[in-house]
């Protein structure tokens, strides 16, 4: 099955299930990061960090779960491992790179997954596959154990059917994560306008409406952010720099083709890109922080369009568009939620939460009232 690389023995006693997309070391097991290029990867002798707050959690790891090779892609392809297929729109994308961990939790062979985001790679998969997911602050989770071992852009983070479960998966990955927050009735929200699909924005703002009657605080539209679209451009020119120094030394005969590409064209990226990069960062960073100083937190779409085709993807295509909401709050290292909408039943629909760095309590706080509103109809705010 191509949602697992490689699995362990499942106990009969543990009552939550885990799978690790292969890109973080679980002792026992090769971490090969979906590559032929690292196939023949001795078994890691350490667990990553995360994986030991896991264990000692009492989880059950059961495998490592596959993934757009190198983590460097959006779309989920893997032509050396398999790819994924999206359990709940099997015609589109399960969406890259933590196509695995999204698809296992989607299908239910597990209770939550764990993910790396670099640019939207736990978000994106997540929103495709009609999952909730979380790009913590940066740095909250350890990356130590992590491939590749050094990014200022990346995140490791849960995935779950829900947002009862993605809490419980994060209180279990991070020791310092106090779950349960009470949303405060004065919370102030902010939805930033972007292009969005009609019908994505007709269930977000069905969604807000009824949220907004149980609140004292306030929900308004904000413009988008003026460092929002360079801030796209800038992580990526950022990640591209970072994975060249990261893999430049694979054998590219091994690669997938579209990887190979890709980080044959990150090797021109010069330095004088990435320190103008480094300066969108800041700009970008000191424009949300200002934001955060009037909402506590901001709402927007998780995707621009509909995923593509599955078909299209096998095919060659690449749609680096798809992260185009996700990826800019991966340079600010805010933290960043994405949860399931319903209301479509041909194409997927989510909503994304970001706040303050370090209050990433706050967006279960919020997601927990959206999802009662959108699952359950009722709202358990100031009871």
Not at 166 to 195: C, H, N, Q, T, Y
Not at 287 to 303: A, G, H, R, W
Request: hydrophobic share 45%; glycine share 8%; with cysteine.
């Amino acid at each position: 099955m191509s949602n697992f690389i490689s699995r362990q023995t499942t106990s009969t006693t543990a009552p939550v299930t885990v799978a690790i997309k292969d890109c973080l070391d679980v002792a026992g097991l090769p971490t090969t990061c979906g590559s032929a290029a690292f196939a023949d990867s001795l078994p890691a002798s350490t667990d990553a960090e995360v994986v030991k707050h896991l264990r000692d959690s009492g989880v059950d790891i059961v495998g490592k779960t596959n993934l757009h090779e190198l983590a460097y892609g959006m779309t989920g392809v893997n032509l050396h491992f398999g790819t994924p297929l999206n359990p709940r729109f099997p015609a589109l994308i399960t969406g890259g790179s933590s196509s695995g961990s999204a698809a296992a939790v989607a299908a239910g062979e597990v209770t939550f997954s764990v993910g790396t985001d670099t640019g939207g790679s736990i978000r994106v998969p997540a929103a495709c596959c009609g999952i909730a997911g979380l790009k913590p602050t940066f740095n909250r989770i350890s990356r130590k154990g992590a491939t590749p071992a050094e990014s200022s852009l990346d995140a490791i983070g849960p995935m779950a059917r829900d947002i009862a479960t993605l809490e419980l998966g994060m209180s279990a990955m991070d020791p310092s994560f106090e779950p349960g927050m009470a949303l405060p009735a004065d919370v102030r929200l902010g939805r930033i306008k972007v292009a969005d699909t009609a019908a994505n924005e007709k269930a977000m703002d069905n969604l807000l409406n009824q949220l907004s009657g149980h609140l004292r605080g306030a929900l308004s539209v904000v413009a988008q952010p003026v460092w929002f679209k360079p801030a796209f451009d800038a992580a990526l020119t950022i990640m591209n720099s970072e994975v060249w120094h990261s893999f430049h030394g694979l054998d590219m005969s091994k690669l997938g083709k579209d990887v190979a590409i890709r980080l044959q064209n990150a090797s021109g990226v010069s330095a004088q890109a990435v320190d103008q990069a480094e300066q969108v960062r800041q700009a970008f960073t000191d424009e949300l922080d200002t934001l955060f100083n009037d909402f506590d937190v901001l709402i927007l779409p998780s995707l621009p369009a509909k995923p593509m085709q599955r078909e299209a993807a096998l095919a060659g295509e690449v749609d680096l568009n798809i992260s185009l909401f996700t990826r800019p709050f991966n340079l600010s290292g805010h933290p960043a939620l994405v949860m399931p909408l319903r209301g479509d039943a041909s194409a997927p629909l989510s909503i994304q939460l970001v706040t303050r760095k370090n209050e990433d309590e706050l967006l279960f706080a919020v997601a927990r009232q959206l999802w009662e509103i959108e699952h359950h109809g009722q709202s358990g705010i100031g009871e």
